[in-house]
């Protein structure tokens, strides 16, 4: 059964930075996609940072210089850099996983396996 768990959310004032982490199990292939996504109260869950399989980085347009996505194989660990945070990366943040696939259009849609959630406040 593959898990994921994140962790390292909280409230930071802008400016601020955080690093979430998330504990991956249960993936037996060698290569796959791995995300994170945010979804802020009332808006739709969207791709923040994807990580394909062929180690490609894909990141949202507003996030772009200032998240970081990376991962440790040897921990089975996902992570995401967050600097020069603003309000308005104020979220529920969920790292997931595809692997059955090597790389990924950026959407959610495309993975199936999630964690549930940690949260980031932003304040101004």
């Known amino acids: 059964e593959i898990q994921l768990v994140e962790s390292g959310g909280g409230s930071v004032q802008a400016g601020g930075s955080l690093r979430l982490s998330c504990a991956i199990s249960g993936i037996t292939v060698p290569v796959y996609c791995l995300g994170w996504f945010r979804q802020g109260p009332g808006k739709e869950r969207e791709a923040v940072a994807i990580l394909n399989g062929d180690g490609t980085q894909q990141y949202a347009d507003s996030v772009k210089g200032r998240f970081t996505v990376s991962n440790d194989t040897a921990n089975n660990m996902l992570y995401l850099q967050m600097n020069s945070l603003k309000p308005e990366d104020t979220a529920m943040y969920y790292c997931?996983?595809?692997?059955?696939?090597?790389?990924?259009?950026?959407?959610?849609?495309?993975?199936?396996?999630w964690g549930q959630g940690t949260q980031v406040t932003v304040s101004s």
């Open positions: 997931a996983a595809d692997p059955y696939s090597i790389r990924v259009p950026f959407h959610r849609r495309y993975f199936d396996y």
